[in-house]
């Protein structure tokens, strides 16, 4: 029961989270000043044992070569797999100041939306570091984030490693997209956490950057962010494709289910059977592996049926 | 049973009750020195007591480190303070509730506390930042709930006032009206709030004392020490109660001011346990079941009893919640009714069984 609450909420976030932080990047900074030596620069923390708040934290530390040093991550952390044995913490914007401190951080990286605050100034008053990691929502954003912690944790070169990976990867996601002169596929994110859970991305939401990066158009244009499903915006969104997490998938019975939801079956994406399941963070995470995400995004997309061939009756 | 009960009568039952009032202060003896000394940072017996006796500027017997110093005067000490106070405000709270209504099935919660608190909290969050309310973000959302748990009690004990008497029927179905009524606005704000603001509240109403700071506790603690002190010294007027509104008007017991009385103390109360802990539920309802299924309705020794073993059950309960999943922690709400509902069901059973076969 715990395990599924905890699952359920760290992908709640996950599609929550970005959002939020879009409108709230300004605030988040204001509301939380770090001291001078705590955001960035490269200065006397020490690095020999971090807990990571926030999935794609733990990916970037540990794609600095550093995992090793992480003694603690907290529940959203499920990549990559060696830090799989790691202590958990609890949600990352839940954690205990004493389960944090029991496992005796040298330094803890936390998301800008980790907390809650009481227990970050508890943990920070015992005498342990935090530094706080801005959220990203765009390539600049996850970028500047793979920056900011690999010059806190003087891996420098280590860092602009990751980001000239992470834009080769970007790069070749745009020229497969390029060299392919097909009507770009209209992609429906599908969000499901059950069949009763049900929510599709709009515009400024950090499936449709996903979407955007990997070539396609998003089928849904009406509002921005996350909303509730409804029969009718699906039928009227016509996508050819249905993009979903892969733990989205799981929760609705498989892939067989999909096209069973409410206006699925009512669309040309249903006549193809045009279903794309991602690995979670390597969708919506925004982490180092963001251009690999675009990229087997991209990659899956082009594997489908033409979208001309598969919209006609 | 009478108030103006017979010497012999009332030693009788007064043995038993102080009996109980040991065992129950044992017990919550028992879960404060658990509560401080273990949890998920290893603080030794020794270095605890070391770090206790250095704060009182005495000669401490052993070293500690400044970690552990921070973790068990500054995290564990006021967290396990509030969680007693909470446990108890909510626990005798409810054990005077259901004396009042003469109903074992109201507690806190039923007069509007809960939702009160509850909207107040979801319009602080949502609106929020519209009215430029960010500026008191650290108190805001525990006044918000107390004030909320307050201003709809307050409706509800108006509602349930009649002419010249408070109805107490009426004013059950006032509260389970208002309750249905906050808690359709606190759904209709879920769904304006933007995604930020829904995680907020969604981890406002899972409740736990993870927000318990030494501040807090300055903040709160007199809010949920006054009704501990207050309610017990009704406890003559809810025994009279037990036979009747009218018979205990014929009897002499302002009826009519006793009964404000305990809907303010227990608004109070409950209103300011909600506001630092969320809400948790079970306490209020079963502890003081508990209580009457083995001393009987004598609110001399339930009120008492009631309130030191509801802070013993959440002071427990709490300290399973962060050392159970260490170094994450449960919500406590979950953990009060896994610790409470066995011991309670054990109870109903044996009471069933002694009814059957005398």
Not at chain 1, 25 to 52: F, H
Not at chain 1, 227 to 241: F, I, N, R
Not at chain 2, 82 to 90: K, M, S
Request: net charge neutral; aromatic share 4%; glycine share 10%.
């Amino acid at each position: 029961m715990i395990r599924i609450r905890t699952t359920s909420m760290c992908l709640f976030s996950l599609l929550f989270a970005a959002r939020a932080h879009a409108a709230g990047d300004a605030a988040a900074a204001s509301e939380s000043p770090a001291p001078a030596g705590e955001r960035g620069v490269a200065s006397t923390v020490d690095s020999a044992r971090i807990v990571t708040l926030g999935a794609p934290i733990t990916e970037i530390v540990a794609a600095l070569g550093l995992g090793d040093r992480i003694v603690g991550v907290d529940s959203t952390s499920t990549y990559p797999s060696e830090l799989l044995d790691r202590p958990r913490v609890g949600f990352y914007s839940k954690v205990s100041a004493e389960g944090v401190l029991s496992l005796a951080p040298s330094l803890v990286l936390a998301d800008a939306d980790a907390g809650p605050e009481v227990a970050l100034e508890q943990i920070r008053a015992a005498g342990t570091p935090i530094v706080r990691v801005d959220a990203a929502v765009d390539v600049a954003g996850a970028q500047e984030r793979i920056r900011a912690i690999a010059s806190t944790l003087d891996r420098v070169a280590e860092g602009d490693a990751l980001i000239a990976g992470m834009c080769a990867d970007l790069a070749e996601t745009r020229a497969l997209v390029d060299s392919s002169d097909a009507t770009p596929p209209r992609v429906l994110f599908l969000y499901a956490r059950g069949a009763g859970t049900l929510h599709v991305a709009g515009t400024a939401s950090t499936a449709d950057t996903m979407i955007q990066l990997a070539g396609a158009t998003n089928a849904v244009t009406g509002f921005e962010g996350f909303k509730p499903l409804t029969s009718e915006c699906v039928v009227s969104a016509a996508p050819d494709v249905v993009l979903m997490l892969r733990s989205s998938v799981d929760s609705v019975g498989g892939a067989d289910h999909v096209f069973e939801l409410p206006g699925l079956a009512h669309t040309p994406a249903a006549r193809s059977r045009a279903l794309v399941a991602v690995d979670d963070h390597l969708l919506l995470g925004f982490g180092p592996r963001l251009g690999q995400g675009a990229l087997a995004l991209a990659r899956a997309l082009r594997r489908l049926p033409e979208p001309a061939a598969s919209s006609s009756p | 049973m009478n108030a103006r009960a017979p010497a012999s009568d009332r030693s009788r039952h007064r043995a038993p009750g102080r009996v109980a009032l040991w065992i129950a202060c044992t017990l919550l003896a028992a879960s404060l020195v658990a509560g401080i000394g273990v949890g998920a940072l290893r603080v030794p017996p020794l270095q605890a007591l070391s770090v206790l006796l250095a704060k009182c500027g005495l000669p401490a017997p052993a070293g500690f480190t400044a970690q552990q110093e921070a973790v068990l005067l500054y995290i564990r000490l006021p967290r396990v303070l509030v969680g007693a106070l909470v446990g108890a405000a909510l626990s005798m709270s409810g054990a005077a509730l259901q004396g009042l209504f003469r109903n074992p099935l109201v507690e806190p919660g039923l007069i509007g506390v809960t939702a009160g608190a509850s909207l107040a909290v979801a319009v602080a969050i949502v609106a929020g930042p519209a009215l430029a309310l960010s500026a008191f973000t650290p108190i805001l959302l525990p006044v918000a709930a107390f004030g909320g748990a307050l201003a709809v009690t307050l409706v509800v004990l108006r509602l349930g006032s009649a002419a010249r008497s408070t109805d107490v029927a009426l004013l059950l179905l006032a509260g389970i009206a208002l309750n249905a009524l906050g808690f359709a606005a606190t759904g209709l704000l879920t769904f304006l709030a933007n995604d930020g603001q829904l995680r907020d509240l969604t981890f406002w109403m899972l409740g736990g004392l993870g927000g318990a700071t030494w501040s807090a506790l300055c903040w709160v603690g007199p809010l949920l020490l006054l009704p501990l002190v207050l309610l017990p010294r009704e406890s003559r007027g809810l025994n009279v109660l037990l036979l009747g509104e009218n018979e205990a008007r014929h009897l002499g017991v302002p009826v009519e001011r006793l009964k404000k009385r305990l809907v303010a103390l227990v608004a109070l109360g409950a209103g300011a346990a909600v506001s630092i802990a969320g809400a948790i539920g079970f306490v209020g309802l079963v502890v003081p079941h508990i209580v009457r299924l083995r001393l009987g309705p004598d609110h001399r020794v339930l009120l008492p009893v009631a309130g030191v073993l509801g802070a013993a059950l959440v002071v427990g309960a709490d300290l399973i919640a962060r050392t159970v999943a260490a170094p994450a922690e449960l919500p406590i709400g979950v953990l009060t009714a896994l610790v409470g509902a066995p011991f309670f069901l054990w109870l109903l059973l044996r009471a069933r069984a002694r009814a059957r076969n005398p």
